[in-house]
């Protein structure tokens, strides 16, 4: 790929030179003139960004939940012809997809820490192989051992029944509970409070933060307090 040979207008991978025989120490004036041509070898691809990796060493990548990208791999080869391709296989490649071209590597579903898919025991630790191999007829190939880590995100709580949080209670008047509000959210701790927001009529209500026990500071009269 980077020929040094001269004495031509372009190098070529032809190295030429002249032999003069000698007979004790005296040229007889014979010549032999050589080529040497410089066969071209088939260079492995290699994966950037992980040199120093050891061999049959695994690459962790960590990423959130709900996030779908995962990494950009780029490889190089010395063959300047070569085309690169890039590929993936293991027991959690299915749920990946990678660019054969570009090596953009991404879920092909946002990833759940709650529900992880990976092969079992299932712990949000997704494996995987990444290789990259050239155009040649007879390709070769560089591969890397990949642990896809998916990390856990605070996700808001949301009120039951209705995710949009809207509800309707009939209270009876000169009464002050309300009735309860529920909530839940996919995070596996499960821990909030319930609060009355700042609005109309918020002065007029009280919630227990604990158990969402949702009751009027005050009965309300029908006749007396219209809302």
């Given at each position: 790929e980077i020929p040094i040979d001269e004495y031509k207008p372009k190098k070529d991978n032809q190295y030429r030179a002249v032999l003069e025989v000698f007979e004790a120490g005296i040229a007889i004036d014979q010549f032999l003139e050589i080529t040497i041509n410089v066969m071209d070898v088939n260079d492995p691809p290699e994966l950037l960004d992980f040199q120093s990796l050891e061999e049959n060493e695994t690459l962790t990548l960590e990423i959130q939940e709900n996030e779908d990208s995962v990494f950009v791999f780029s490889a190089r080869d010395d063959d300047l012809v070569d085309e690169l391709s890039y590929s993936i296989s293991g027991p959690d490649s299915k749920l990946f997809l990678i660019n054969s071209e570009n090596g953009v590597l991404e879920f092909k579903d946002p990833p759940d820490y709650e529900f992880?898919?990976?092969?079992?025991?299932?712990?949000?630790?997704?494996?995987?192989?990444?290789?990259?191999?050239?155009?040649?007829?007879?390709?070769l190939f560089d591969s890397l051992s990949l642990t896809v880590k998916v990390k856990d995100q605070n996700e808001p709580p949301y009120l039951l029944p209705s995710p949009n949080g809207e509800f309707v209670f009939v209270v009876s008047e000169n009464e002050t509970f309300v009735g309860l509000v529920s909530a839940d959210e996919d995070d596996e701790d499960g821990n909030f409070t319930f609060a009355?927001?700042?609005?109309?009529?918020?002065?007029?209500?009280?919630?227990?933060?604990?158990?969402g026990e949702l009751s009027l500071i005050q009965p309300l009269d029908y006749e007396q307090d219209p809302t």
């Open positions: 992880p898919l990976d092969e079992i025991p299932s712990d949000n630790l997704y494996q995987l192989t990444v290789s990259v191999g050239d155009s040649h007829p007879q390709p009355i927001l700042p609005g109309k009529n918020a002065d007029l209500f009280t919630v227990d933060p604990f158990t």
